[in-house]
């Protein structure tokens, strides 16, 4: 199970990176289209973002699968307990 994680990690991943850097090419191509290079950028911010979210999401089951957000969890629980007066 650990090893198809893995594989798909490095698909999910590889995939938004070589379509930064074919990206990045192209826009080296349409140096003097204004429009285009604003595409391309629309685009790749596009991809960091799915990148950052991805990242983001593992870093989140690894932080359920150790334990460390179940404190965070009772907080929220305490929290949510003293804002609705209960």
Same mark, same amino acid.
């Given at each position: ?35 285009m ?11 960091l973002?799915? /990148?950052?979210?991805? &990242? ?6 690894? +932080?359920? !699968? #150790? @334990?460390? /957000?179940?404190?965070? &969890? ?6 949510? +307990?003293? !804002? #609705? @007066?209960?």
């Open positions: 199970m650990k090893t198809r994680f893995l594989a798909t990690m490095s698909h999910d991943i590889r995939t938004p990176l070589n379509g930064i850097i074919g990206m990045v090419n192209m826009g080296n191509q349409y140096a003097d289209d204004p429009q290079r604003q595409k391309i950028r629309e685009k790749v911010m596009e991809s973002k799915y /990148l950052v979210s991805l &990242v983001n999401d593992v870093l989140g089951m690894n +932080k359920l !699968q #150790s @334990g460390d /957000l179940k404190d965070s &969890v009772e907080y929220y629980g305490q929290c949510h +307990k003293i !804002q #609705s @007066g209960g």
